[in-house]
């Protein structure tokens, strides 16, 4: 157990479809991340709350909309996804303090787009 | 821009000693992260070096070189279950919400 749980693990869609994947750390940290984990490509930073603000967006397509309710949920809600989104998704979270400001990652949402 | 650099692939035999090397070049450099992916799972921490040397960590040690934008993570006494991906990643701030950049990962077989 990480501390940062994310469901589902396992995800299959088609591009008409809308779907959701969800975060939750009960660390106490700050700041959560959405990162896209694909096959020989290195981690992909796509969204940043800190604080429940969301302060980085990288260009990603807006097919991908994040939602930050508080400081302890975070969701990323797809719709009219490609074949090429089909990737691991990591959620993570840090404490935003000075130091070694670590992240704190989910065990990921395996999403395959039909 | 970001750039980071490590081996995809190595291979070692189990009891052995095996380094995996990083460099990077950055336009902000705070710090140096070392973490470890096993298939499937989540990556977990292993190391932080913010200033030049070696840090150890039981059979783990990390090392960085700031101004040849070098590093390089020790496994001592190999064991099987240290097979997985090794992921270098820098960070260009200290505090706040982190912008790691992150390599493309080492992946690590330990041979019986």
């Known amino acids: 157990e990480t501390g940062v749980t994310q469901t589902p693990r396992h995800l299959v869609m088609g591009m008409t479809n809308k779907k959701s994947l969800k975060c939750e750390q009960h660390l106490g940290h700050n700041a959560m991340y959405w990162y896209k984990q694909s096959a020989k490509k290195p981690l992909e930073l796509m969204f940043v709350?800190?604080?429940?603000?969301?302060?980085e967006n990288n260009s990603v397509p807006s097919r991908f909309s994040p939602e930050c309710p508080n400081s302890s949920h975070l969701f990323l809600h797809l719709h009219t996804l490609q074949p090429e989104d089909s990737a691991l998704y990591l959620c993570?979270?840090?404490?935003?303090?000075?130091?070694?400001?670590?992240?704190?990652f989910g065990a990921g949402s395996r999403l395959t787009v039909l | 821009g970001q750039n980071i650099d490590q081996p995809t692939e190595m291979t070692a035999t189990e009891g052995a000693i095996v380094q995996i090397n990083c460099t990077y070049q950055?336009?902000?450099?705070?710090?140096l992260f070392w973490y470890q992916q096993h298939a499937g799972e989540a990556p977990t921490f292993l190391s932080y070096?913010?200033?030049?040397g070696l840090e150890e960590k039981g059979r783990f040690s990390s090392f960085l070189s700031r101004s040849k934008g070098y590093s390089y993570l020790l496994l001592k006494e190999l064991q099987m279950k240290d097979s997985a991906s090794y992921l270098c990643?820098?960070?260009?701030?200290?505090?706040?919400?982190?912008?790691?950049?992150f390599g493309t990962g080492t992946k690590l077989q330990v041979i019986p």
């Open positions: 993570a979270s840090s404490h935003g303090q000075a130091g070694a400001n670590v992240l704190t």
């Open positions: 990643a820098v960070t260009p701030r200290s505090g706040g919400y982190q912008k790691v950049t």
């Open positions: 950055t336009s902000g450099f705070n710090g």
């Open positions: 709350y800190s604080l429940e603000e969301r302060v």
């Open positions: 070096n913010v200033l030049d």
